[in-house]
């Protein structure tokens, strides 16, 4: 449980040292505290933000490497991943959506585990019942790919609409009660309460079986960690959140 | 400013932001939930394009173009869709 700025900076440590074979292939889960929202890295803050409901409920902005659409990573209504692979490895496709398919697959895994029949819808969702669950985006730098996706276990349509500028139109009900018709979430689906550790169980299984990968637990490598310091100066930067 | 967005049927949004001074481009900006590798190649399209004349089909060519030459890898939009942008933005028409 991190700061947006330390959980992007740790994704980035996490591909470089990837890339230059300091670390084998990662998969990391993690929530966000305080509560973030990740633009993509072309969209620009002013078409996707609005910045004083950010202020009031004291939620951070952050900008990721990768591209895609703005999230709302929330503090307590979602968890967060990544996978980090060497770019050439022949399981990883050069083709963005299959790239996208396979390595999406563990969280549909992961969803069967929990009792969920899930999708993957191209370009880079997930879905149950036609409703996104899970957005991912993917990026390759170092020569390393990585691919970072967020789960909805339970979410606020009226936050998610008073942070991010949807639609312009006024907030209405209407509206919201039309974005829960697009959206689901974990919670949802099982009609119960869900905690941390068993969407991570779930997540770890459906990896372990999606990737045929032997999953060893480990804490962040000494060289990991001088990259996170680096990085996470840059995440905080204004000149990096305010780009666009 | 001058502003255009476009959701392209089952891919992403672009939006472009341009300006143009003496018949030329003299800001562009793209933005978007697309997806576009390397993503530095966005940064030096915008940069081609400024001084470019306002004529749709040059423009065209110079979008393709460029994307061609770098092997850009692009997600939820096509080339052509990044020119229509442009030129939409600009009122103008291949």
Redesign the interface.
Not at chain 2, 29 to 39: A, S
């Given at each position: 449980m991190a700061d947006a700025y330390t959980n992007m900076a740790v994704d980035e440590a996490l591909a470089q040292a990837r890339g230059e074979g300091k670390s084998p292939d990662t998969l990391r889960f993690y929530m966000w505290k305080p509560s973030a929202v990740t633009l993509?890295?072309?969209?620009?803050v002013e078409?996707e933000v609005n910045l004083d409901a950010l202020k009031e409920y004291g939620i951070y902005l952050n900008r990721r490497?990768?591209?895609?659409?703005?999230v709302l990573n929330s503090a307590t209504g979602e968890i967060t991943y990544s996978v980090v692979m060497d770019e050439r490895d022949p399981r990883v496709s050069?083709d963005?959506?299959e790239s996208?398919r396979y390595l999406c697959h563990g969280i549909i895994e992961a969803l069967a585990i929990l009792g969920i029949k899930a999708d993957f819808k191209p370009?880079?969702d997930i879905i149950v019942g036609g409703k996104k669950i899970s957005g991912n985006?993917?990026?390759?730098?170092y020569g390393a790919v990585l691919h970072h996706g967020t789960l909805l276990v339970d979410y606020s349509a009226r936050e998610m609409f008073s942070v991010l500028k949807i639609s312009k139109e006024k907030l209405s009900d209407k509206m919201i009660q039309q974005a829960e018709e697009r959206v689901t979430t974990i919670r949802r689906l099982l009609g119960r309460q869900i905690n941390f550790d068993e969407v991570r169980d779930a997540f770890e299984e459906g990896y372990r079986r999606a990737l045929n990968a032997e999953l060893v637990p480990g804490e962040l490598t000494p060289y990991e960690n001088g990259l996170v310091k680096k990085f996470r100066e840059r995440y905080a930067s204004r000149e990096w959140i305010y780009r666009? | 400013m001058k502003r255009f967005e476009y959701k392209v049927p089952g891919?992403?949004l672009l939006?472009v932001k341009v300006e143009d001074r003496d018949g030329r481009i003299s800001f562009l900006?793209?933005?978007?939930?697309?997806?576009?590798?390397?993503?530095t190649d966005?940064e030096m399209l915008e940069n081609k394009l400024i001084g470019y004349p306002l004529d749709a089909g040059k423009i065209v060519d110079a979008v393709t173009g460029f994307f061609a030459e770098r092997k850009t890898?692009i997600?939820?939009a096509s080339p052509a869709d990044f020119a229509y942008v442009i030129n939409s933005a600009l009122g103008i028409r291949a």
């Open positions: 993509g890295y072309f969209q620009s078409d490497i990768s591209g895609g659409g703005a050069s963005p959506v996208y370009i880079n985006a993917q990026i390759r730098r666009r | 891919g992403k939006r900006q793209i933005t978007g939930d697309f997806f576009l590798l390397p993503e966005l890898t997600a939820g």
